[in-house]
């Protein structure tokens, strides 16, 4: 069955830098591409970028250009996401999520991993 | 702002049927697939619909989408205390090259 399984909660401190991963199994890695969506408490979704984990290839939400980064190791199957200079506006929930054969819908996604930023 | 917009809040009686809109542009919604996502409470979402009117394995036949224009629905009937939860549409921005969700919509059911 195809698992998602993110790393766990990061606590860190404006302007730090925070590298979430998340570990793909159950098919096959390089067939689908990745998003990574992040949720503030009590807010909705938003999309931050994808990546496709075959080639690599990244595309990032206008908002995050600059500050963030995707990559993957398909040694591992792992996707990782790494979002710098953070800010207090950055604490939430950050998820990664698998992109259908539609290349529009997400069917599965990762548990979600928790990072707070706070001096 | 979200660039797709849902009624923040639905309600309904148990047993009764309840719509959920989606509003968007041609740039989104009308030319491109819609999802529907359901988040129960401190869960991940999950995804109720693709290709806006198909329900992936396991979801029941009382969740459905539709799409007419520059606008989506999602309509759930038979509902049940368990339907509880933020629903989420989601489509693809062909003018801003980027995946958009409506700012979900917290469906009670009384």
């Known amino acids: 069955q195809v698992q998602l399984v993110q790393s766990g909660a990061e606590v860190k401190k404006p302007g730090a830098s925070v590298k979430v991963s998340c570990k793909a199994s159950g098919y096959t890695f390089g067939g689908y591409f990745m998003h990574w969506v992040r949720q503030a408490p009590g807010q909705g979704l938003e999309w931050m970028g994808t990546?496709?984990?075959?080639?690599?290839?990244?595309s990032y939400a206008q908002k995050f250009q600059g500050r963030i980064t995707m990559t993957r190791d398909t040694s591992t199957s792992t996707v990782y996401m790494d979002l710098s200079s953070l800010r207090s506006e950055d604490t939430a929930v950050y998820y990664c999520?698998?992109?259908?054969?539609?290349?529009?819908?997400?069917?599965?996604w990762g548990q979600g991993t928790l990072v707070t930023v706070s001096s | 702002q979200s660039v797709l917009t849902q009624p923040p809040s639905v309600s309904a009686a148990p047993g009764q049927k309840v719509t959920i809109s989606c509003s968007g542009s041609s740039s989104n919604i009308e030319n491109n697939y819609v999802s529907w996502y359901q988040q129960l409470p401190g869960t991940a979402p999950k995804l109720l619909i693709y290709?806006?009117?198909k329900r992936p394995s396991g979801i029941p036949d009382r969740f459905s989408g539709s799409k007419s224009g520059t606008s989506a629905t999602l309509g759930i009937t038979g509902l049940q205390t368990g339907d509880e939860a933020d629903y989420y549409c989601?489509?693809?921005?062909?003018?801003?090259?980027?995946?958009?969700f409506g700012g979900g919509t917290k469906l009670t059911v009384l």
């Open positions: 989601g489509t693809w921005d062909s003018s801003l090259s980027a995946a958009v």
């Open positions: 999520a698998r992109v259908s054969n539609d290349y529009v819908s997400i069917d599965y």
């Open positions: 290709d806006t009117n």
């Open positions: 990546i496709n984990p075959s080639g690599g290839g990244t």
